[in-house]
């Protein structure tokens, strides 16, 4: 759901974002890029970026790629600027039947 701001990158704000294919998970969160190889390590629980920066390298290029081709797409990134300030279904419901959902 839609906290009220622009759309950010994902990844680029709070928020996380992965990447996988058949060998490894590159995952970003509040340390920003952690590797797992998933052959040996299915619950991502050793980070092993430090070893293969190579590989957080190309696949981190290839999400930026991928954020790069995509953005463009995407539709109702300024829909938070003019959407209603309350829900009008739940307001409504209030009307109809009073007090919140």
């Known amino acids: 759901m839609h906290g009220g701001g622009a759309p950010l990158k994902f990844g680029a704000g709070p928020g996380h974002c992965s990447v996988r294919d058949s060998r490894y998970s590159l995952v ?11 052959e040996k390590d299915i619950g991502q629980k050793q980070d092993i970026a430090a070893k293969h920066p190579e590989i957080v390298k190309k696949m981190s290029v290839a999400y930026d790629e ?12 300024d829909s938070f600027k003019t959407a209603p300030k309350t829900n009008p279904f739940k307001e409504a419901y209030k009307r109809q039947f009073g007090g919140d959902m």
């Open 28 to 38: 970003r969160g509040g340390k920003g890029w952690e590797l797992y190889g998933m």
């Open 66 to 77: 991928w954020w790069r081709k995509v953005r463009p797409n995407l539709v109702n990134e």
